[in-house]
């Protein structure tokens, strides 16, 4: 879920809790309901402005901002943390960390390590060093690419106004509300504005944006009022007053597209008759102990396929996938158990080599066989 600008800072300048505290909530329930909820947060800008104030009123350099961003990103987690009883966990992130595979799988482990502590992640962008993103980037693209990253069911945008209108309602009073957009066409596009307030960045179009970049990865995304209680609450009982926006795709089609559209393999992993059956027929992620050996000079994060060897020295290919490890790594560990992993390598990426997620298989899509049949 992002929460934006619009609903953290306060009229006086700084951070209020007045609207953070109702979405609070309705983390809340969605925890005790047993779901996973990742929180991209804005408002260090905002925070950091006021503490700032005696410095900053003229200087909208980007310096300024990076450091009002620093300064403030500190109160944004300390007032989530006031309304939460258990850890919260800062993640800072940059598009460029996103863009690079290595950095991009590292922030998917330990986002996922997160969760499976039960510890929820609070996102946001890491200004201080993302020069770009705070010129031309905003939370909302950000928090899409995240939904991505975790495989997200759903993505929540909770901002100041009520969902997508026809026109940016506070210059147009003919402006209709939008329930549901079963595509982002240019049509529904051209109907977003820029940023309602003076604390808010992209407004409705960089919304949509985020909506069409979910849409890409099978996600569908819901934008709400986050300031009317009702509306929260309603949505904690899993009904919806806002816009939702519907994906074109579904979620495996939209995952195998992105596999599809990996670069070159670069390697291969020799399994062994098990592992190529469980993960063939059984939707198996692979695991060091169904590896026979490695080839190719592959890296963590690097597209590679995996094979069983056949006659005269033919390569059967099971499937394609990102490998969590190098091709050296895999070496060291083929044939151990994935809880030897740590003592083999002197640290551990986890136990799969080849996520189920990241694995296109034969008959996934027909992906492969016209490639390689
Ligand atoms: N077509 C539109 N429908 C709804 N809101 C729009 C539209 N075009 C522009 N907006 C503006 O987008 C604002 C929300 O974006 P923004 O100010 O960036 O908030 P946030 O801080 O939550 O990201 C609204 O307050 C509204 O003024
Ligand atoms: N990263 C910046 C926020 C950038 C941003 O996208 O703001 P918003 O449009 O209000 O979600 C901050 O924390 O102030």
Not at 55 to 62: F, G, K, Y
Not at 201 to 219: D, P, Q, V, W
């Amino acid at each position: 879920m992002k929460v934006g600008s619009s609903l953290l800072a306060a009229d006086t300048g700084g951070l209020s809790t007045r609207y953070a505290l109702g979405l609070a909530q309705f983390i809340s329930a969605c925890h005790a309901d047993g779901r996973e909820i990742v929180l991209v947060s804005s408002g260090a800008v905002a925070a950091g402005r006021l503490m700032l104030r005696d410095h900053s009123h003229e200087d909208t350099s980007n310096a300024a901002r990076q450091a009002m961003a620093a300064l403030g990103q500190t109160q944004t987690v300390a007032l989530w943390q006031r309304l939460f009883d258990h850890p919260l966990a800062q993640v800072l992130l940059t598009h460029d960390d996103l863009r690079d595979r290595r950095r991009y799988l590292n922030a998917r482990a330990t986002l996922s390590e997160l969760l499976n502590y039960k510890i929820m992640p609070v996102v946001n962008e890491n200004d201080t060093v993302a020069i770009d993103e705070l010129t031309l980037g905003d939370n909302d693209n950000l928090a899409a690419i995240v939904a991505a990253l975790v495989d997200a069911d759903l993505l929540l945008i909770a901002t100041d106004i009520d969902g997508l209108y026809t026109a940016d309602p506070r210059t147009n009073l003919d402006a209709e509300p939008v329930n549901e957009v079963l595509e982002l066409t240019t049509e529904i596009m051209a109907m977003a504005g820029c940023a309602g307030s003076s604390v808010g960045t992209g407004g409705m179009r960089t919304k949509l944006e985020a909506a069409e970049k979910a849409a890409t990865a099978g996600i569908q995304t819901v934008l709400f009022n986050g300031r009317d209680s009702e509306v929260v609450s309603l949505l904690a009982r899993g009904q919806l007053r806002g816009t939702l926006l519907h994906t074109s795709a579904t979620r495996l089609h939209a995952r195998k597209y992105w596999l599809r559209h990996m670069p070159a393999v670069t390697g291969h992993i020799h399994v062994d008759a098990g592992a190529a059956h469980a993960i063939a027929h059984e939707g198996a992620s692979l695991l060091p102990m169904g590896i026979i050996r490695a080839d190719g000079m592959f890296q963590r994060g690097d597209m590679v396929e995996i094979v069983t060897d056949g006659d005269a020295g033919m390569l059967h290919v099971i499937a394609r996938g990102i490998a969590q490890y190098g091709a050296a790594e895999i070496n060291r560990i083929a044939r151990t158990h994935t809880r030897d992993i740590g003592d083999r390598l002197g640290y551990s990426y986890g136990e799969n080599v080849v996520h189920r997620d990241d694995l296109a298989t034969l008959g996934d899509t027909g992906l492969l066989t016209g490639e390689y049949a």
